[in-house]
């Protein structure tokens, strides 16, 4: 794959550009005379990079002699030769395979229902999101930093068998870098670009559609100005798609700075809050049912977006509703953790909650029903339904999952109508495949019958029906689970990327999905012992990552989230068309990373899933620290806001709505499933997953101390797994980490603990 370098200067009125100029990039000062009324002086230097993966630093400085006439933008161009469609490009957290997918004008909510995109083999369908053309023609896609978990753009050739990847930082003195491809078939060429400062060209993405004005500006230079960009560069073999998403892992925070300190608040006192809060906000005394939604506080949330005639300001509406949802957002999920963890009131309501969804909430296919609002049942079609009754897959296959591990862990006193419940969900979706050969993403929540296929949208089935079977002793369906999984599997090591699990993004690439195929894969080697699933729960991993923001954020000064100091490092992006990041994995702790550290020892898992817990807290309402949202005014204490917005997509950049979302679940889940300090005694390794200033020490070589302070303003309730690297090889059963000894650290305290023998010398 030939790859040549060139350096664009591009002259703009507002965000059209009027004049460009490009010159080859060689390793020499170079003069660029007379562009927009001034001379300009190019310094283009390449080193190889000090990083143990290797790679080129460019850097690209430019000096203007004088100011000039209209604002200007520098690139930095990598040209592509020999370019076609099936060059796979990656944007992380934004654009898989270039979104080269069919696409909708669907507004907001999308549905397969609505659009008329149904059928057994519907193929991966997109809203109008900023995409690569599917025809040869000329494309242009544009993006900035903000819209990226890592600000990089990677490239598979599939004819020479070569992976690229390109990562630059969000910012430089001008202000946002732009990342752009621009292909011309004609030419059989593709141009990689990075632009100080990025300027989306006359249009953006915003209110879900691309043709929203674009506000993007370039800078007006004065006097000796400069400015300096930075790309580093890795080219390397690789022979799929997969090994592509594989070396990203590895370099992803090649160029990140280290993550500032982010506000500190255990995960335990977060958790208190959040539960108390579910007691307080989201308790139905007359159903007997935790809500998805709040009650007594209502929230203040955008309905279909309906621009102004600024086209920048949607509408919003308050929600009053008492609304449950099965799986997805975290019902017949919360009461996982409520039941292991939660105060006497939880477990008695947690208890409650799930009688009511094993006794009026599965429907005649013994699938769960979707929805739940003000006591009637609703499906999953958003109101376009023509008869049938929608329902997302994905949400069963969630409540199968948790609801099996209850069962797993009452045994023999879990009540028949758990049992009941689900064995006919498990039996449901046994039928679905041999029917279909395929689950789909959506099916007839009454008869089961396919809707909508072609998804990975229960990509966490897989590990649903590993823990079913093993709880009803159903060797049937760990054989299901086992097809199940190698068909979700070949469909993501072919297309590197999953899709379709929310249900209102019709079928785009989305980080959902892709933790719940790890999730299977690493439940799959667990349940059978096979190394395939462990290199397959690897590769999945990698996917994971492209999801996970691994930078920290430049927020506007003048944004509620730059005045709480907040970190983006360690949150995760929702989807291709949903452009923001969130606190958490949808609905999931991430355990699955955990587990996979332990089955391989690769502390790159370990470190994933500790930034993604950390970062969890900070996003917590309290009373000593509100987070306000857009017209709600603060939130109360326990709720989260599912927006990071890095993006200027829809909310302002650094701002939330005033609502409550499933973030809650999610970081319930964490404080549940994830120890807070992890040691191995033979290796001595050390991870620190909550807000604790944790040392290792030796007393007289003989055993080890660990020294944990806390050094919060609230008390901590921590768990502690202590391990050798061999135990660590043995997986660990469903709420293993709650049932560790609990130690309570105060304020400002300092506890010294005596945590195994020493290694011999």
């Known amino acids: 794959m030939g790859i040549s370098r060139h350096v664009r200067l591009a002259a703009y009125s507002g965000s059209s550009r009027t004049d460009e100029v490009r010159t080859e990039a060689r390793e020499a000062v170079q003069t660029v005379r007379n562009f927009s009324n001034t001379d300009w002086q190019i310094d283009n230097r390449c080193e190889t990079a000090a990083h143990p993966a290797g790679g080129e630093n460019h850097f690209l400085s430019v000096i203007a002699a004088g100011a000039t006439q209209t604002p200007v933008g520098f690139s930095l161009e990598f040209e592509i030769k020999g370019w076609t469609r099936e060059h796979f490009v990656v944007l992380p957290g934004a654009v898989y395979d270039g979104n080269r997918f069919e696409s909708r004008h669907a507004g907001y909510p999308p549905s397969a229902a609505g659009t008329g995109d149904v059928g057994p083999l519907v193929p991966t369908i997109i809203n109008d999101i900023p995409r690569l053309p599917t025809a040869d023609s000329h494309g242009l896609l544009q993006q900035l930093t903000a819209d990226l978990s890592t600000p990089a753009i990677g490239i598979y050739d599939p004819v020479t068998k070569t992976g690229v990847w390109l990562l630059t930082l969000q910012n430089t003195r001008l202000g946002q870098t732009g990342l752009d491809v621009e292909e011309d078939f004609d030419a059989k060429k593709a141009i990689l670009r990075f632009s100080a400062p990025g300027v989306r060209e006359n249009t953006r993405y915003h209110c879900f559609r691309t043709n929203a004005p674009s506000v993007d500006t370039a800078y007006p ?23 592509l998403l594989q070396r990203f892992l590895e ?7 280290p993550a500032q300190g982010r506000t500190l608040f255990p995960i335990s006192a977060a958790r208190q809050l959040i539960e108390e ?18 009650l007594g506080n209502p929230s203040v949330v955008w309905s279909e977006p309906t621009p102004a005639k600024d086209g920048t300001t949607p509408s919003f509406n308050e929600t009053r509703d008492a609304v449950w949802q099965s799986g997805w957002i975290g019902g017949g999920m919360i009461e996982w953790p409520l039941l292991l963890h939660g105060s006497e009131l ?31 049942w609703g499906d999953d079609s958003f109101g376009y339904s023509k008869g049938e009754k929608w329902h997302l897959t994905r949400k069963s296959s969630d409540v199968l999952l948790f609801l099996s591990k209850q069962l797993l862990l009452a045994g023999n006193t879990a009540p028949p109508a758990w049992k009941f419940a689900v064995r006919g969900c498990a039996e449901a979706f046994v039928r679905v495949w041999r029917e279909n050969r395929q689950i789909g993403q959506f099916v007839d929540e009454d008869t089961g019958s396919l809707l909508v296929g072609g998804s990975d949208a229960a990509a966490i089935l897989p590990a649903a029906l590993c823990s079913a079977s093993s709880a009803l002793d159903e060797i049937v369906w760990m054989e299901h689970a086992v097809s199940i999984g190698e068909c979700f599997w070949e469909r993501f090591h072919r297309q590197g990327f999953t899709s379709g699990g929310p249900g209102e993004i019709l079928s785009a690439p989305d980080s959902e999905s892709a933790f719940g195929l790890l999730e299977s894969m690493v439940t799959l080697y667990e349940a059978t012992h096979e190394e395939i699933w462990l290199r397959r729960s690897e590769s999945v991993a990698a996917l994971c990552a492209t999801w996970c ?49 332990r089955a391989t020892g690769k502390v790159i898992y370990l470190d994933l899933i500790r930034e993604i817990a950390t970062s969890l ?8 620290r509100p987070i306000t949202g857009r017209y709600g005014g603060a939130l109360p204490p326990g709720w989260i806001c599912e927006r ?48 604790l200033e944790v040392g290792v020490h030796q007393h007289s070589n003989e ?17 502690i797994l202590v391990e050798t690297a061999e135990e660590a090889l043995r997986p660990l059963p469903p709420g293993a980490v709650s049932g560790l000894e609990p130690f309570e650290i105060q304020p400002g305290e300092t506890l010294i603990l005596p945590c195994g023998e020493c290694p011999p010398a």
Request: aromatic share 12%.
């Open 549 to 597: 923001v691994s930078y920290d954020y430049v927020f506007p000064r003048a944004s509620t989230f730059s005045a709480l100091n907040i970190s983006t490092f360690g949150t995760v992006i929702a989807n291709a068309q949903n452009k923001h990041s969130s606190p958490g994995i949808c609905t999931l702790s991430g355990d699955s990373l955990f587990r996979l550290f």
């Open 251 to 257: 370099i992803r925070s090649a160029l990140a700075p």
């Open 346 to 376: 939880s477990r008695k309501r947690a208890l409650r909650s799930l009688d009511f969804i094993c006794t009026q909430g599965v429907s005649p296919s013994g699938l769960f029903r979707g929805l739940w609002r003000n006591g009637r």
């Open 703 to 719: 055993y080890w101390l660990l020294k944990i302070k806390n050094p919060t303003h609230y008390p901590a309730t921590i768990r």
């Open 221 to 243: 230079w004065q006097e000796n100005e400069s400015a300096i960009l930075q790309v580093r560069a890795f080219v390397f073999p690789c022979k799929d798609r997969p090994e």
């Open 644 to 691: 990071v917005n890095m993006s200027d997509w829809l909310e302002p950049v650094g701002e939330i709505f005033h609502g409550s979302c499933w973030c809650e679940v999610s970081l319930l889940l964490t404080a549940l499933e994830l120890p807070s300090v992890y040691f191995q005694t033979d290796s001595s390794l050390l991870a620190v997953l909550d807000h």
């Open 617 to 624: 807290p900070q996003f917590v309402s309290r009373p000593d």
């Open 277 to 294: 809060k579910h007691n307080r906000d989201n308790w139905h005394e007359d159903a007997g049912l935790y809500c998805s939604d709040t």
